[in-house]
């Protein structure tokens, strides 16, 4: 009986411990985003659209140069148009397709059931969107500089008819083409927000595109001059304040200075992500 006894006691005991380490690093969740992402074939198709779109419609503008210049009532505003302008002619369609883009990022995992597995995986949840809107920007901004270089291209031929070609030195130049990535990120994360306060794909996409495309044309049929300020705030004329190289091609926003729009456009970003930052901790998944 002793001699049991004390064989028991010499056993050793092991502790039984994880195959996997269940501690969750912010680089592993933005690994996963990163996979998720990309892995995706809506991803793919939206950033080709983006590309083909504001390509084809940055084309279209510049091919429309000869009827302009044929025009005598128009042919005088040919000298005050930026080449600049031209090429990143396209935002304004391609906005539409990265708002789906920023949509989907989440409003695909709640449609799917998959938010759950992502939440209980990262239980302190801000985390998740942080890593998404990263990856988005990148996404966004390289994919807004690849339009943009192309469009570029594409153009160069009829710009230089009407010496257009716009310097790639010039500072305005640069002002218009950081700008369209600026407003095109912000956009992208505007739909991202307004996604993870939703949870909705049709919902997020419609309220996205009413806001930064709609408004303005539907209330500028409106001539009340506090309906024309609120105008001069809304995303698409606040961003002419610093996309326009020049104030004859303002779409509303010239109330506002470059700075002013900057401003403006960055708080279509922030607030909807920092509202979804605090529902996201709050609501069930």
Not at 54 to 81: E, K, R
Not at 182 to 188: H, S
Request: net charge neutral.
């Amino acid at each position: 009986m002793s001699t049991l006894v004390a064989a028991r006691e010499v056993v050793p005991v092991r502790i039984a411990r994880p195959a996997v380490d269940a501690r969750r690093t912010f680089p592993g969740v933005m690994r996963g985003e990163w996979i998720k992402l990309l892995s995706l074939r809506s991803t793919w198709w939206v950033l080709g659209a983006t590309v083909a779109v504001m390509t084809l419609v940055s084309f279209a503008v510049a091919m429309s140069l000869d009827s302009m210049a044929a025009d005598p009532l128009l042919a005088p505003g040919l000298a005050q148009i930026h080449g600049a302008e031209i090429v990143s002619g396209g935002y304004q369609i391609g906005v539409v397709t990265i708002a789906v883009l920023g949509a989907l990022l989440i409003t695909g995992e709640y449609s799917t059931g998959m938010i759950r597995s992502t939440l209980a995986a990262v239980p302190t949840r801000v985390p998740v969107l942080v890593a998404k809107a990263i990856a988005l920007v990148a996404l966004t901004a390289g994919v807004t500089a690849v339009s943009v270089a192309l469009s570029y291209v594409v153009t160069m031929p009829k710009l230089s008819e009407y010496g257009l070609v716009p310097a790639l030195d010039d500072a305005r130049t640069w002002q218009v083409f950081g700008g369209t990535v600026y407003f095109l990120v912000a956009a992208a994360l505007f739909a991202l927000g307004v996604g993870t306060i939703l949870r909705s794909t049709a919902g997020t996409v419609t309220v996205a595109l009413t806001v930064l495309l709609l408004l303005p044309g539907v209330l500028g049929f409106i001539s009340l001059d506090w309906v024309e300020s609120i105008v001069s705030y809304l995303p698409l004329p606040a961003a002419s304040a610093f996309l326009a190289a020049n104030d004859t091609t303002s779409l509303g926003g010239d109330g506002l200075t470059a700075s002013a729009g900057l401003l403006v456009i960055a708080a279509y970003a922030a607030v909807p992500l920092a509202t979804a930052a605090v529902l996201l901790r709050r609501r069930d998944a």
